[in-house]
């Protein structure tokens, strides 16, 4: 399965992502939401950043996953300090998902660039972050 996941432009994820400063994606909510569950060891992501130019620049193999059971925020938080390293979250990023009652830890290796190509959302309309899409081939233009 292949997966598009947007990642935080600001924080500057993908670099750190492609210089294996950081091995490790994390999403989370109160609920289990998307990719809880959707995304397994092998699976491809392919990585476009929040900042509307709209190119899927990257791609990555997934090694690892950890889907939480449902956590008190103590517990969340101790979940994501102990995988900080890999994590390598920004301040407002810790913010936003230690403390989430569900939790998805992706470990990504074999980051590398791809020739930027932009892709098809319209069939995506609730779309999120993070959004499985079978084959890359269905959505690139």
Not at 80 to 92: I, M, N
């Amino acid at each position: 399965m292949d997966h598009v996941v947007y990642l935080d432009a600001k924080a500057n994820e993908l670099e750190l992502l492609l210089t294996k400063q950081k091995s490790m994606l994390i999403r989370g909510a109160t609920g289990r939401k998307m990719p809880y569950g959707r995304v397994f060891q092998g699976d491809v992501l392919y990585l476009i950043n929040n900042n509307a130019e709209g190119l899927i620049l990257a791609r990555g193999n997934v090694k690892r996953v950890v889907n939480s059971e449902k956590m008190s925020p103590g517990e969340s938080i101790a979940l994501v300090d102990r995988y900080a390293t890999q994590l390598k979250l920004s301040e407002k990023q810790y913010a936003r998902w230690a403390g989430k009652r569900y939790l998805v830890l992706i470990e990504i290796d074999q980051v590398m660039e791809v020739d930027p190509f932009p892709i098809d959302k319209s069939a995506y309309g609730n779309m999120d972050d993070w959004f499985p899409v079978e084959t890359i081939d269905t959505v690139k233009l």
